[in-house]
């Protein structure tokens, strides 16, 4: 049983900065894909961030580029997303998935972000 869990939203002003973080279990990241993703609003989920599979190699959605930034800590099985220049644009649910069998398969809860 795949289990993911997010946490480290809360509201913050614009410009400031939060880092999110995703449990998401052992071994993950030497055989799948993890991204972040977000719901804004009245708008339809839209991806952010991906950590390819290795850890090398990252693609962000132009609207959080430069801004965001994901990353791994694989001694601690954890998946995080720092964000910064925040804008109340930003605010929204955001969630950690898993890629496996062709699909974003998997997907945690979410944690909200406020922006104001």
């Known amino acids: 049983h795949v289990q993911l869990v997010e946490s480290g939203g809360g509201s913050v002003q614009a410009g400031g900065s939060l880092t999110l973080s995703c449990a998401a279990g052992r071994y993950t990241y030497k055989r799948n894909c993890m991204g972040w993703f977000r719901q804004r609003p009245g708008k339809d989920r839209e991806g952010l961030a991906v950590?390819?599979?290795?850890?090398?190699?990252?693609t962000y959605a132009d609207s959080v580029k430069g801004r965001f930034i994901i990353s791994r800590d694989n001694a601690k099985d954890t998946l995080y997303l720092q964000l910064s220049s925040l804008k109340t644009d930003d605010t929204g649910m955001y969630f950690c998935a898993r890629y496996d069998s062709y699909i974003w398969h998997y997907w945690g809860q979410g944690t909200q972000v406020t922006v104001s």
């Open positions: 950590l390819w599979i290795g850890g090398a190699t990252t």
